[in-house]
């Protein structure tokens, strides 16, 4: 067995994914429980921590790789997807983790977001939002909700946000879910599932700021409300929600409504499937929101589709077979050169 079968087959703590730093930010920021969660569930992988890179922007949630025991980039605002997906392109072997906010992904970093997407570029990505910006201290961001006072909007905000789930299903990502970060457990499934999956893997972790946005997601998903106000996606099972699982959502046309489950009568409860190609469905759950209907939270859509280093480097492939191995001094100088005096 070589040294390298012997570190991939090495059983890993979440230890070994922290480097030692310590870990800043705000306390009780949501960021603290997401890298917890991060690391806890690459350590049950059994893949060594070089055999992953973490790349972030700019925002608090960047701070991400500085604790992380693997490869990292903390690149530049709006623009570490062109890192990852370039790094991924170069290094196949290696798995690329993206940790982004709300801000930095879909303001400055929008473009690079659609188009990473609709290539399925194999590359994990996991958006903290909390609408707002908080690390330049409390603007409003691509996600705030109309009407809501900051800095930068003291009359309130008069933009319609961004959903990031609809936005992903819209741009094609093949895999799209929605966790949080006071849920560890839920939040741990989710990320396995996007680790494990080949292609574009979107999540969006509902996270809260303590400074500049607390509770902004407290009327839906804390503790004591969730049951009544969050709806859990699980593939083959019907959509039910509520505390005595009293609540179910049917289709009715081209939306879901809400019935209770005892008189539903000739409405039955839609039974989810993740896999349905088209994202029509996942869309139309993607619209539910707080308070006319539940949040929610999983996985939204998952299908496999060929990821785009794969087809680029098969491409690269029959290249070199149909035309021998490159030349770079040719491609430079070209079929025809000249001389300028």
Same mark, same amino acid.
């Given at each position: 067995?070589?040294?390298?079968?012997?570190?991939?087959?090495?059983?890993?703590?979440?230890?070994?994914?922290?480097? =030692?730093?310590?870990?800043?930010?705000?306390?009780?920021?949501?960021?603290?429980?997401?890298?917890?969660?991060?690391?806890?569930?690459?350590?049950?992988?059994?893949?060594?921590?070089?055999?992953?890179?973490?790349? %972030?922007?700019?925002?608090?949630?960047?701070?991400?790789?500085?604790?992380? %025991?693997?490869?990292?980039?903390?690149?530049?605002?709006?623009?570490?997807?062109?890192?990852?997906? =370039?790094? +991924?392109?170069?290094?196949?072997?290696?798995?690329?983790?993206?940790?982004?906010?709300?801000? &930095?992904?879909?303001?400055?970093?929008?473009?690079? $977001?659609?188009?990473?997407?609709?290539? @399925?570029?194999?590359?994990?990505?996991?958006?903290? @939002?909390?609408?707002?910006?908080?690390?330049?201290?409390?603007?409003?961001?691509?996600?705030?909700?109309?009407?809501?006072? @900051?800095?930068?909007?003291?009359? /309130?905000?008069?933009?319609?946000?961004?959903?990031?789930?609809?936005?992903?299903?819209?741009?094609?990502?093949?895999?799209?879910?929605?966790?949080? &970060?006071?849920?560890? @457990?839920?939040?741990?499934?989710?990320?396995?599932?996007?680790?494990?999956?080949?292609?574009?893997? $979107?999540?969006?972790?509902?996270?809260?700021?303590?400074?500049?946005?607390?509770?902004? *997601?407290?009327?839906?998903? /804390?503790?004591?409300?969730?049951?009544?106000?969050?709806?859990?996606?699980?593939?083959?099972?019907?959509?039910?929600?509520?505390?005595?699982?009293?609540?179910?959502?049917?289709?009715? /046309?081209? +939306?879901?409504?809400?019935?209770?489950?005892? *008189?539903?009568?000739?409405?039955?409860?839609?039974?989810?499937?993740?896999?349905?190609?088209?994202?029509?469905?996942?869309?139309?759950?993607?619209?539910? /929101?707080?308070?006319?209907?539940?949040?929610?939270?999983?996985?939204?859509? %998952?299908?496999?589709?060929?990821?785009?280093?794969?087809?680029? *480097?098969?491409?690269?492939?029959?290249?070199?077979?149909?035309?021998?191995?490159?030349?770079?001094?040719?491609?430079?100088?070209?079929?025809?050169?000249?001389?300028?005096?």
């Amino acid at each position: 067995m070589s040294n390298e079968t012997e570190v991939v087959a090495k059983k890993f703590t979440p230890q070994d994914f922290h480097n =030692g730093t310590v870990v800043r930010w705000c306390p009780g920021c949501g960021d603290y429980a997401i890298l917890a969660a991060v690391q806890k569930v690459l350590a049950e992988r059994e893949r060594p921590p070089h055999m992953y890179t973490f790349v %972030s922007g700019i925002g608090c949630s960047s701070r991400f790789p500085l604790y992380m %025991s693997t490869y990292g980039f903390h690149s530049i605002h709006g623009r570490a997807l062109a890192v990852a997906t =370039g790094l +991924k392109a170069a290094n196949p072997e290696q798995e690329v983790w993206l940790i982004t906010g709300d801000g &930095d992904c879909l303001s400055i970093g929008g473009n690079h $977001f659609i188009h990473a997407l609709r290539r @399925n570029q194999d590359v994990k990505i996991l958006l903290f @939002n909390n609408e707002i910006y908080g690390l330049t201290k409390g603007q409003y961001s691509p996600t705030s909700q109309m009407g809501m006072i @900051n800095k930068t909007a003291p009359y /309130g905000t008069i933009e319609e946000p961004v959903s990031p789930i609809r936005l992903a299903l819209a741009a094609g990502a093949t895999f799209v879910a929605r966790t949080s &970060d006071n849920d560890l @457990n839920h939040m741990a499934e989710v990320l396995r599932r996007a680790a494990d999956h080949k292609g574009s893997a $979107f999540v969006e972790i509902l996270q809260n700021c303590v400074i500049f946005n607390d509770k902004v *997601h407290e009327d839906y998903y /804390g503790v004591k409300t969730r049951k009544d106000t969050l709806v859990y996606l699980h593939h083959g099972e019907p959509v039910l929600y509520g505390k005595t699982v009293e609540k179910a959502l049917v289709v009715d /046309g081209f +939306k879901f409504k809400s019935v209770e489950t005892a *008189h539903a009568g000739a409405d039955k409860p839609y039974v989810f499937d993740e896999h349905e190609d088209t994202g029509s469905i996942a869309s139309m759950l993607s619209k539910l /929101g707080h308070p006319d209907f539940p949040v929610p939270v999983g996985v939204f859509r %998952s299908v496999v589709h060929p990821a785009y280093h794969e087809l680029m *480097h098969a491409q690269i492939d029959t290249a070199r077979q149909a035309n021998g191995e490159p030349d770079l001094g040719k491609l430079l100088k070209g079929p025809k050169t000249w001389v300028v005096k």
